[in-house]
């Protein structure tokens, strides 16, 4: 079990990439790791298996070899105290659906009102399933190579080099830098317009503040402390969201619901997609439930439905109450259900807040890791220069261009979620599936269906970024 395994005669340690030793890792471990599959999925619990070989006793077994059954991968330890900090579902599905409602959501009525709310819904759920499908994949890729590395706290930088080579790990590298970098932007760029109205101080002043609040929470801050916080703002997006339909909810004209325009759908797809952007987290929530794959799946889908709820229904009540669909166009539904309204605005101002803060603090926590692993810095404990890197760009581009949030949504989900978080998770896991070279075959799939679903998912990501390719390359 990683962390807690102590004997003078095992001699190495599987470590390609040449991670630091750290509390996270194997020390000088030869380690057999795989589930039984026969269990999976129609058991509850998945359990690995762990085999102890001394460097000596290779290939043969030693006489009083025992297989030992274990339901995680590793154990999290404090090192502090030396005792085991397991994550919990609950903060797992916290933190999936805080990172996911973000400011996507804001976006969604302005580029769905043309299509209408029922092909915006049935649009919505696809693109659900689609993004959990990439997430389940990220994190089966993601914990057998854990199992083969022998250290938690694995990156996309590791896992496409596993998986991808050098030429997987320039698109994961700048695919995922671009994406982050661009979305934070927009976040400290639109949090802080929102501050300037409540506080009345200058821009500068409340991004700052922004920043520098929650980017300290995910230096400082342990596993229960954020988890803590991402459970108090996801609250309160749920309060602010039940007033908000509330208010908003008397004037609503279900005929308008019924409207449809399928040859809008295509253009809606990018923004839609960035929506339920979360795979960002995702290493970071198989560290903290220690590669329990079934802690994991549950994490994931029950992460992302929460959203999913909240984006149907938000979109009806915006589509429903100002009543445009087809060609009646208003370029921002949101501001002019606003000035109908005078109560519904202090409530759109914080629902908007809280729900840019919880996808900040993923993004944030992310990004720093992923900086980590790209620098090949020690895991053992936070280190000041990847949350550096991470919290003082943004927030120094959203002051040069304080307009820039819709230039960065739009650009984002267009190309760089489809790219990152759609063909290289399906690229990734059909080269660790059908590899001779993997060492963690036995461990099950999180998602069935084989080369056919694979296809499927980066055949979709395709279509939508050579048609919007084609579509921009039309319109100049």
């Not at 055949?459 to 390359?473: C, T, W």
Request: a negative charge.
């Amino acid at each position: 079990m990683i962390g807690l395994v102590s004997r003078p005669d095992v001699l190495s340690y599987h470590n390609p990439l040449r991670f630091s030793a750290s509390c996270h890792q194997i020390p000088r471990l030869h380690h057999q790791c795989h589930y039984n599959n026969a269990s999976f999925p129609t058991t509850p619990l998945t359990l690995i298996n762990f085999r102890r070989l001394s460097s000596q006793q290779q290939p043969q077994p030693p006489p009083n070899d025992e297989e030992i059954q274990f339901q995680r991968l590793f154990s999290n330890l404090n090192r502090s105290t030396l005792q085991r900090e397991p994550g919990s579902v609950t903060g797992s599905v916290l933190l999936v659906a805080g990172t996911t409602v973000g400011a996507g959501i804001l976006a969604i009525p302005a580029v769905t009102q043309e299509s209408g709310f029922l092909a915006a819904a049935v649009t919505c759920i696809l693109c659900w399933i689609y993004m959990v499908v990439t997430g389940l994949l990220i994190a089966e890729v993601n914990v057998k190579t854990m199992c083969e590395l022998g250290s938690g706290g694995v990156s996309l930088v590791s896992m496409a080099t596993r998986t991808l080579g050098a030429v997987g790990v320039q698109i994961a590298c700048w695919s995922y830098i671009f994406i982050h970098y661009a979305l934070l932007v927009a976040y400290v760029a639109r949090s802080s317009d929102i501050l300037t109205d409540i506080l009345g101080i200058p821009v500068w002043e409340c991004a700052s503040l922004f920043s520098l609040l929650f980017g300290s929470i995910c230096y400082f801050g342990s596993q229960q402390l954020i988890g803590a916080v991402n459970g108090v703002l996801v609250l309160g997006i749920i309060i602010s969201f039940a007033a908000l339909v509330a208010a908003a909810g008397g004037d609503l004209h279900w005929d308008a619901l019924l409207e449809t325009n399928l040859q809008a759908i295509p253009a809606s797809i990018p923004i839609i997609a960035l929506s339920f952007v979360y795979q960002n987290v995702v290493p970071v929530l198989c560290t903290n439930l220690e590669g329990d794959l079934p802690k994991i799946r549950s994490s994931i889908i029950l992460g992302t439905a929460i959203p999913l709820g909240l984006f149907l229904i938000w979109n009806a009540v915006i589509l429903g109450t100002i009543e445009t669909t087809g060609t009646d166009k208003i370029a921002d539904p949101l501001q002019a259900l606003q000035a109908t309204n005078g109560v519904v605005g202090p409530i759109v101002g914080a629902f908007s807040l809280l729900a840019i803060a919880t996808s900040y603090i993923g993004f944030v926590l992310g990004l720093s890791d992923f900086l980590s692993d790209l620098l090949k810095l020690p895991s053992d404990k936070n280190r000041p220069l990847p949350y550096i890197l991470t919290v003082f760009p943004p927030l120094i581009l959203s002051l040069l261009d304080p307009d820039i949030f819709f230039k960065a949504l739009d650009f984002a989900g267009t190309y760089g979620v489809l790219v990152l978080f759609g063909v290289l998770p399906a690229a990734m896991a059909w080269s660790d599936r059908y590899s001779s070279s993997s060492l963690s075959s036995n461990i099950p799939e999180l998602v069935p269906g084989g080369r056919f679903t694979l296809s499927l998912v980066i055949g979709g990501a395709g279509y939508v970024i050579v048609s919007e390719l084609l579509d921009s390359f039309m319109h100049k």
